[in-house]
């Protein structure tokens, strides 16, 4: 029996639920809404084995099937995937959580998360012959597809804000991308991509202009299943700025449900994390609507996450909605607090926006939210040491004959 290495069938518009190409090159729909990657789910359920899945390599491209990618010559990879789901028992006894565990994708190729949609979306552009792509990002986005753009030999363009974490300047800049600093928030920043895309007929990966990154962010709900056994938590807790990983996940749960590979139906309540500084998500959810009102973007320690608006939040509200799931805003303070402890606790140095996940667990533990028996997932999106300014510190010198 022929078995495809994508089951990759079309996309479609989430808002108006016209169908597109997925053979040519797509930003968004014509309503302006984002495009998402649907799968021939009919034929992956006679196709498809989770049992053929887990005796593969540990990448995200053990998926394949469920990946927008059709040819496994136009995969660009780092090894990127598989990352550790780490039990958490000083925190969770902190918290007074029986079961709290760490998904630290601090450890992916780039050191964030976003090597996940960057290794997707740039195998994507490879198969598509696309030479150049432009992007505005916050940071962490930048450095990896900035890096991803080289492994594929694809010119990256890459816009970010001057206040970006020099240490991912530098790594988008070691990458020999075009990098522009541009002095204002990360709003600013897509408006000079889409410009710059325009003029230069670059394509426009910045997040929710093109359809693939959410299924490399995908991959995180994937690898949670499979490593819990199929058993889904009842909790995932993530930061949200963007929200494609947020949305991936969603995605993620949703297919595995649809293909029978769960042991429940029974849907995770997800748990969209912001800062006080910069919460749309968490206004909207309080005020039960489906969209966000932008606001201003100001800022924060968990600087990834300063957005102050997304193309993609009537979609990260529904997954919330959807999973009975909440939305929780943190104080710059307790993300800070979170930071150390959880570092000095587990040995695990958090970045700023893992952070305000587990201050925004510990909070929602507070109000008996979540439950003291609960299974609950906490996402960790880079390394602590990308945002080495949010631990502060003195360290004691000593003279070569001083005692210690």
Known sequence: MYQAYSYLSHLYC?????RHDSSVPQQTCSCNAPLLSAYDMDALKIQYRKETVMVRPPSIWRYHELL????EKNVVSMGEGMTPLLPMPKTGGRYDIAALFLKDDSVLPSGS???RGAAVGMSKLKELNIPDAVLAANGHAGAAWALYGSRASITSHVAIPVESPLSIRKECAASGADLQLINGFVQEAEDAAERASQRHDWFDATPFKEPYRIEGQKTIGLELAEQLQWKLPDVIACPVGAGTSFIGIYKALQELIELGWVYSEKMPKLVAVQSEN???IVHAFENKQTE??????SYSAAFEIN???SAGDFLILEAIYETKGAAVAVSEEDLLAEQRLVTREEGLFVSPEGATVFAGVRSLREENWIHRGDRVVCINTAMG?????TIEGSTPILAPEDDW
Not at 68 to 71: D, H, L, Q
Not at 385 to 389: L, Y
Request: glycine share 4%; charged share 30%.
């Open 292 to 297: 966000t009102t932008e606001v201003p973007e």
């Open 68 to 71: 927008p990618v059709r040819s």
């Open 385 to 389: 040491v990308k945002s080495p300014e």
């Open 14 to 18: 989430p808002r108006c639920i016209r």
């Open 113 to 115: 998360t976003e090597a």
């Open 307 to 309: 957005t102050g608006t």
């Open 278 to 280: 910069c919460a749309p």
